[in-house]
């Protein structure tokens, strides 16, 4: 409900009334309650012929028109104006364009009037009796609705302790997440929801089809809320909930407004509450706890037309304009204050004025910023990126009508000081911007500048004449304008013609040395002054100039530094006007913003709510729920800098702490959590939802056993012999497992071991096998401790080298390390001659000698698994980058994205740990930006065939991609080129274009700017054959050699 709208409580009829006036008021921007009760009384309630009433009397009668035509800041507000820009203005003369202006708004409310009242005929009022009064009240019998696109395995979607759920997108429902989410965290609301009491029999005690409708929706709200309290699921699907309010919209397809939806939503909640009021007091008035809880009131007082009015009206989401203002408490001056304030309490004559003053404000203040204005030009809306900024608390007490008298008194003071400001403001421009030509400078600076060059020693010849006599002088290219003849090149006749004097005095050029080069000229060149000089000066004409210059500059600094103090200090006297106790008694605490990101057609919403028991902001983005900051709240909700802005903002009394107050037990006092905080009905739905969600992970457990190989699912009991002798050779079985990736990474290196065994060989002939494996193992391991020191390069990565090159660079363990290099030397693959072998033998006796106690085979397994995951991510971007110098940018993003998160799990062990993920990023980001571009143009070609492969690329390659990006990191770059992406495909709903192509479009934009409603995995990339370590490293220098150099690779 928004700021003139009828009394909580009113009939039917009366809310119809008032529909039909704010819609009026919407379209032609007329806030006269007068003239809009006048013009519906003409119509007899037609939109249309009122609509026509309302332009022709405000084209007749300027004052009404006032405040929608063109408003100054003063103007825009709750109660009047439109925003800036292309908007519609009702003083004009021409009144095509606004009419198919308000014909578009008309239209689909029109649609949406027939529909609903056609559902009203034929709806049968018993229909919401089907079910017995029992499972009436606890919706026991609601439909189970499977979540399509979730992870198959259900510990996916298993809610971490007592982590809040999110919320499923069911098709364009961010707008529902983002405002249940709001009102959920908000203890007092969610007590009255879950406490809310449903009559036994519906059917009887609901006199319309809105009663029976109203309680089925609180009635699906009860189980969602119950879920979202005590599930063991990460996310709810709210189908049943949706469904209904997408009965009531105009198109279940459409994404909705968030305000629309809010203002829905407590329409539905005061009537549901007002019947059960009405049942429990059926002969005394009692107050609505919605009503009380969202409701406030003001006093809209002011002059029109030399006569006085005072009206009090009721509100629930208060409007603000943005456009104008910088931050809050200017929408909020802007909102109370239209026309000129200061004749509303003079003797002076007017014609029209107002004030509004908050006579109760409710203890959920919620402001609905207007963030979309109609472009008549164009026709369609657009939406005001404007930044607007808003305090973590903001006190009330200004607004009051009880602090009427003070406000205007400090509204006055402001306004005198900002008037001084603006003076002193433009007398200081005057200082720092002088002169009376196009280019102007700082006075101070030119003073100084004058005085350098009064004190530059004087040169007695022309600028000229030193440099002419060097001249030849051919009689060619005379100057046509020269007496005597002289003759200068084309050169110099610039330069003489664009003389030093003319550079700007802000940047004097510094002094050069002169350089002679005796094999390229003839002559040493003449030394040239630093800087223009005066012909000739006397000393007291340079006493004079000193004494006077250096004056007028102190003289001119000493006045700037007084405007400069004097503009601070009133810029403070404003700030603390309503700083002090007098106006700081009412405090209000932000406790969610609502962001939308996108256009005005297509976006997506979601909610920072602040979590009072944990004290941090808490980002709630559809099934997403993580720990956010004030700092990225902000980025995300000022507006300004991308497409994503605030678009409602809630607001708690902070002088109530019942209102996130947490339930408690009433015999213990102590705090109820989780489902014991629940109602028993709800309680034990709840625990019907939470065993089926158990029973699912059993089953699906179960099912992951049977997939397990017989073999390994042999019992430990004991059994015959046959049997032991399979298990001892199972147990050999389960080792090798365990070693073969080191195994593999030990037959990598079979030459470089090779090597080592040749330079023992001397050490074999004299001592034997087993102090040629104790010469080469320390050969060995000095080699490549020393090849560890060299740090990568952009041509070179050591660590692709050698296995353990990489555990030497990441402090591996020395017992890991010695049994990587000795399991080298025990590699079968050695069996090349008699001294390999021998040695090989020995190192394979000496590895079984290594038992459970001497080694932990895990941690030596995981870091294995790292040098495989490290030389994975190696190939995938070597890959990559080949393919995309060769123009494969689809193959090359998927090498790339997969070698990019699978670097991130090696990056959080340590840095060394992985590739510097800065590179991949840079090409990741190019590749997507190229396909972007890529599929654009095919978009734009309009051929059938070419938007279906343009859509193909954005929904299997990009899309995917930008949600990896968008969920996993802040990287500004990364979100400056999402941010690019998405503004290229909303640039399109601005153009004329084929209806079907609009058609796939508007389909396509929800998924782009919202994209966890969809999300699709990014194929693995084809497998690639391993290569050598020596392979390896040739063709990364190759590559990175022609990253360089821009050439394409090409590596055999």
């Not at 009064?133 to 609601?142: C, F, I, P, Q, Y």
């Not at 190192?843 to 085979?857: E, H, N, R, T």
Request: net charge negative.
């Amino acid at each position: 409900m928004t700021a003139g709208e009828s009394e909580p409580g009113a009939s039917g009829e009366e809310k119809n009334i008032c529909f039909i006036i704010n819609q009026l008021r919407e379209i032609t921007g007329i806030h006269d309650n007068r003239l809009l009760q006048k013009a519906l009384q003409v119509s007899n309630r037609d939109v249309n012929q009122a609509v026509s009433f309302l332009t022709d009397e405000s084209a007749r009668e300027p004052g009404y028109g006032a405040t929608a035509s063109e408003p100054d800041n003063k103007s825009s507000g709750a109660t009047g104006s439109l925003p800036r820009g292309s908007v519609i203005d009702l003083t004009n003369d021409e009144k095509e364009d606004l009419q198919k202006a308000i014909a578009l708004s008309l239209r689909e409310s029109e649609k949406l009037q027939k529909e609903a009242e056609i559902a009203a005929e034929n709806q049968d009022t018993n229909q919401a009796g089907d079910t017995n009064a029992s499972e009436s009240k606890v919706g026991l019998k609601r439909k189970r609705c499977e979540v399509w696109g979730d992870s198959p395995n259900p510990h996916d979607r298993k809610r971490e302790d007592k982590w809040p759920v999110g919320l499923k997108n069911v098709g364009n429902t961010c707008w529902f997440s983002a405002v249940i989410q709001s009102l959920f965290q908000l203890p007092e609301f969610r007590r009255l929801v879950l406490n809310y009491t449903i009559p036994e029999n519906p059917q009887e005690n609901c006199r319309s089809h809105a009663e029976q409708r109203n309680l089925a929706f609180m009635q699906e709200l009860r189980c969602l809320f119950a879920l979202m309290v005590a599930s063991k699921r990460k996310y709810i699907d709210p189908s049943n909930a949706v469904d209904l309010l997408k009965d009531a919209f105009r198109s279940s397809e459409a994404q909705q407004d968030v305000s629309e939806f809010t203002h829905k939503l407590l329409d539905w909640l005061e009537d549901a509450f007002q019947m059960a009021t009405n049942r429990k007091n059926s002969h005394k008035k009692s107050q609505n706890p919605m009503v009380e809880l969202f409701y406030g009131t003001f006093l809209a007082e002011g002059i029109h037309d030399g006569k006085m009015f005072s009206n009090i009206e009721t509100f629930g989401q208060y409007p603000l304009q943005v456009n104008g203002f910088n931050d809050l408490h200017e929408c909020l001056e802007g909102a109370m204050v239209v026309g000129e304030i200061e004749t509303l309490h003079s003797d002076q004559s007017v014609t029209s004025g107002q004030e509004n003053w908050f006579t109760k404000l409710p203890p959920v203040l919620t402001f609905e910023l207007s963030r979309f204005e109609f472009n008549q030009s164009l026709g369609r809306p657009e939406k005001i990126h404007k930044k607007l900024e808003f305090p973590h608390i903001i006190y009330m007490d200004r607004y009051l009508h009880k602090n009427k008298e003070l406000t205007r008194n400090r509204r006055e003071e402001v306004k005198r000081l900002k008037e001084q400001s603006t003076a002193l403001q433009q007398r200081l421009e005057r200082y720092m911007n002088y002169g009376s030509g196009p280019e102007r400078y700082p006075l101070a600076d030119m003073l100084q500048y004058v005085w350098e060059f009064t004190k530059t020693k004087p040169s007695c010849v022309p600028p000229t004449q030193d440099i002419v006599g060097t001249l030849p002088t051919p009689a060619t290219r005379c100057h046509p304008n020269t007496a005597s003849g002289m003759q200068i090149s084309s050169s110099e006749s610039l330069i003489a013609e664009t003389p030093e004097t003319t550079r700007p005095p802000s940047t004097p050029q510094p002094p050069h040395a002169t350089v002679h080069k005796p094999f390229t000229q003839t002559r040493p060149p003449m030394e040239m002054q630093a800087h223009p000089a005066p012909r000739h000066i006397t000393a007291e004409e340079l006493k004079f100039f000193e004494n006077c210059l250096q004056r007028w500059r102190t003289e001119v600094e000493h006045d700037i530094a007084d405007l400069k103090d004097s503009i601070t200090q009133i810029s403070q006297s404003v700030e603390q006007m309503y700083m002090d106790s007098l106006v700081c008694q009412v405090p209000y605490r932000l406790h969610a913003v609502l962001v939308h990101e996108g256009q005005a057609s297509a976006g997506h919403y979601w909610a920072y709510i602040y979590d009072h028991s944990q004290s941090m902001w808490l980002k709630y983005n559809d099934v997403s729920v993580a720990e956010s900051s004030w700092e990225e709240l902000q980025r995300d909700s000022y507006g300004g800098s991308r497409n994503a802005s605030a678009y409602c903002l809630m607001y708690i009394n902070d002088n109530l702490p019942q209102l996130i107050a947490e339930d408690t037990d009433v015999e213990t006092g102590q705090i109820l959590k989780a489902i014991h905080a629940l109602p028993p009905e709800l309680r034990q739905y709840v625990r019907e939802d939470n065993q089926h969600f158990i029973q699912e992970l059993d089953e699906w457990n179960e099912e992951q056993v049977r997939k397990i190989p017989q073999k390994e699912l042999i019992a430990t009991e004991e059994v015959q012999e046959p049997v032991v002798t399979l298990k001892e050779e199972e147990v050999v079985t389960c080792q090798q497992n365990t070693c073969s990736v080191s195994a593999k990474h030990a037959a990598m290196v079979k030459e470089q071991t090779a090597q080592a065994i040749e330079k023992a060989a001397t050490s074999y002939q004299s001592a034997g096998a087993e102090a040629a494996l104790k010469e080469a193992f320390h050969e060995e391991y000095s080699r490549l401790f020393d090849l560890a020191k060299d740090k990568p390069t952009p041509q070179n990565d050591p660590r692709l080298q050698h296995v353990l090159i990489y555990f030497f660079q990441n402090k591996a363990s020395k017992r890991v390390i010695e049994r990587t290099l000795l399991e080298q030397f025990a590699d079968k693959n050695l069996s090349y001659d008699e001294r390999s072998i021998s040695i090989m033998k020995v190192a394979q006796s000496k590895l079984k000698l290594i038992g459970p106690s001497d080694m932990d085979m895990q941690e030596y397994k995981e870091w294995h698994e790292d040098y495989s995951l490290f030389r994975k991510v190696s190939v995938y971007l070597l890959t990559g980058l080949e393919c995309y110098q060769n123009g494969k940018c689809r193959e090359s993003l998927t090498y790339l994205v997969h070698a990019y998160h699978s670097n991130l799990k090696l990056l959080k062990n340590g840095k060394n740990r992985g590739i510097d993920d800065t590179l991949i990023a840079y090409y990741r980001r190019k590749c997507l930006l190229e396909l972007n571009a890529c599929a654009a143009d095919l978009f734009e070609s309009g051929n059938e065939n070419d938007v279906a492969e343009g859509f193909s690329i954005m929904n299997d390659m990009v899309i995917p991609c930008m949600h990896l990006i968008v969920t996993n990191e802040l990287a500004k770059e990364d979100l400056a080129a999402v941010e690019m992406m998405r503004n290229h495909w909303c640039s399109y709903l601005g153009e004329d274009m084929d209806s079907r192509l609009q058609e796939k479009l508007t389909e396509f934009l929800p998924r782009l700017l919202d994209c966890s409603a969809e999300v699709r995995i990014l194929r693995e990339p084809p497998k690639i054959r391993p290569n050598s370590p020596h392979d390896l490293c040739n063709r990364f220098a190759a590559v990175m050699e022609s990253i360089h150099s821009t050439s394409p690779v090409t590596v055999k």
